[in-house]
T-cell receptor
Framework: GDSVTQMEGPVTLSEEAFLTINCTYT??????LFWYVQYPGEGLQLLLK?????DKGSNKGFEATYRKETTSFHLEKGSVQVSDSAVYFC??????????FGDGTTLTVKP | GAGVSQSPRYKVAKRGQDVALRCDPI?????LFWYQQALGQGPEFLTY????????KSGLPSDRFFAERPEGSVSTLKIQRTQQEDSAVYLC??????????FGPGTRLTVT
């Protein structure tokens, strides 16, 4: 079945540091890939998405590129802020049905 | 506009009680999903509706779990004879005919 594996946390960085959170997947067919963010006390929010190979999703300074050859969708940001502290989930969706999520990576950014 | 809403936001149930969790999707979204999120884990799929039709219920963990969406809008997830392992956050998401799902804030269920 489909699965998503993401980098274990927690991750602690200083403000303005470079962020990478690794995500790899296993899926049948051609999935769409997503990163969701969950801020403390809030629900899941879509951060960015990519629907086909080599697409790059970007939002709020975050980027991820759909790499079919390595089945990866790593999340990056060049300079993190304290306000980026949250839990980040990688997910895939293979048709109009269910999404499969990773276990989440907790990011803490210190001033 | 209004997002996905869920009620109640918090529910405490004694073991053996029945509970009903409600989801109001974004108006016009034909697809509706239920997920279960245990502490420290990612959401796990439970079931999926397209309009009023339940197209996939492969994730429901037992026959104590039942979901319905009779008019293709509001959905209810019912858990009968709750057990401690049912304690989790239950998330609802709705989706237009694209791949983007919009999540509600969740209902945190605690079974004592």
């Amino acid at each position: 079945g489909d699965s998503v594996t993401q980098m274990e946390g927690p991750v602690t960085l200083s403000e303005e540091a470079f962020l990478t959170i690794n995500c790899t997947y296993t899926a049948t067919g051609y999935p769409s890939l997503f990163w969701y963010v969950q801020y403390p006390g809030e629900g899941l929010q879509l951060l960015l998405k990519a629907t086909k190979a080599d697409d790059k999703g970007s939002n709020k300074g975050f980027e991820a590129t759909y790499r079919k050859e390595t089945t990866s969708f790593h999340l990056e940001k060049g300079s993190v802020q304290v306000s980026d502290s949250a839990v980040y989930f990688c997910a895939l969706r293979t048709n109009a049905g269910k999404s499969t999520f990773g276990d989440g990576t907790t990011l803490t950014v210190k001033p | 506009g209004a997002g996905v809403s869920q009620s109640p936001r918090y529910k405490v149930a004694k073991r053996g009680q029945d509970v009903a969790l409600r989801c109001d999707p974004i108006s016009g979204h034909v697809s509706l999903f239920w997920y279960q999120q245990a502490l420290g884990q990612g959401p796990e799929f439970l079931t999926y509706f397209q309009n009023e039709a339940q197209l996939d219920k492969s994730g429901l963990p037992s026959d104590r779990f039942f979901a319905e969406r009779p008019e293709g809008s509001v959905s209810t997830l019912k858990i009968q004879r709750t057990q401690q392992e049912d304690s989790a956050v239950y998330l609802c998401a709705s989706s237009p005919p694209s791949y983007e799902q919009y999540f509600g804030p969740g209902t945190r269920l605690t079974v004592t």
